[in-house]
């Protein structure tokens, strides 16, 4: 049973660096077909992919965070991490980590990924 | 980025009623849509992936159905345990992208 667990300060100060971990137990990352992602949700509001991260190294990034946002994993860890930089107001939200586990659909021949577990979250405010 | 309209953003109903929930998305997307739960301080729950598939350990009174570019999330017979916001989103391409959410009421 595979579960994920976020980490990291709650409190990041304006124009500094937002650093996140998300810790995954269950099984080894670098055995699995899986995309890594990071959501976050502003308190009251809907949610926003912010990136994934494949045990290679590839990532995609929201375009509307790319600029600012940097994920990376540590296979040997069993991890994987999140670095927003240049923080404001408007990046206070909880933030998720989820695993995106693979499958195949048989109707068009593609493999497609969704993200199947979350950890519990972790608030982040950002405030001088 | 494709757009995921989803409506109601609302909606009041009682134990036993059968509910409908829609998202349209912006172009096709060859039913790379999935359906989360949501209640007050948890993640969300994943109910379905594929516009229609079932994840495992989920009730069968959820389902999901495709049209087009309109997706659709159905419970049969709400329980008390039902009531929480809904999400629908889509993998189809990057970036990864939410309806706005529907609070289910009672």
């Known amino acids: 049973q595979v579960q994920l667990q976020e980490s990291g300060p709650g409190l990041v100060k304006p124009s500094e660096t937002l650093s996140l971990t998300c810790a995954v137990s269950g099984g080894p990352m670098s055995s699995s077909s899986n995309y890594w992602s990071w959501i976050r949700q502003p308190a009251g509001q809907g949610l926003e992919w912010i990136g994934r991260?494949?045990?290679?190294?590839?990532?995609h990034y929201n375009p509307s965070l790319q600029s600012r946002v940097t994920i990376s994993i540590d296979p040997s860890k069993n991890q994987f991490s999140l670095s927003l930089r240049s923080v404001t107001a408007a990046d206070t939200a909880v933030y998720y980590c989820a695993r995106n586990a693979e499958y195949y659909e048989s109707s068009d021949y593609k493999y497609y990924y969704y993200m199947d577990v979350w950890g519990k979250g972790t608030t982040v405010t950002v405030s001088s | 980025d494709i757009q995921m309209t989803q409506s109601p953003s609302s909606l009041s109903a009682s134990v036993g009623d059968r509910v409908t929930i829609a998202c349209r998305a912006t172009?096709?997307?060859?039913?790379?849509v999935a359906w989360y739960q949501q209640k007050p301080r948890q993640a969300p729950k994943v109910l379905l992936y594929g516009a229609s598939k079932l994840e495992s350990g989920v009730p069968s009174r959820f389902s999901g159905s495709a049209s087009g570019t309109e997706y659709t999330l159905t419970i049969s017979s709400l329980q008390p345990e039902d009531f929480a916001t809904y999400y629908c989103?889509?993998?189809?391409?990057?970036?990864?992208?939410f309806g706005q959410g529907t609070k289910l009421e009672i």
């Open positions: 989103q889509q993998y189809y391409r990057t970036p990864y992208t």
């Open positions: 172009q096709g997307m060859r039913n790379s």
């Open positions: 991260i494949y045990v290679s190294g590839t990532t």
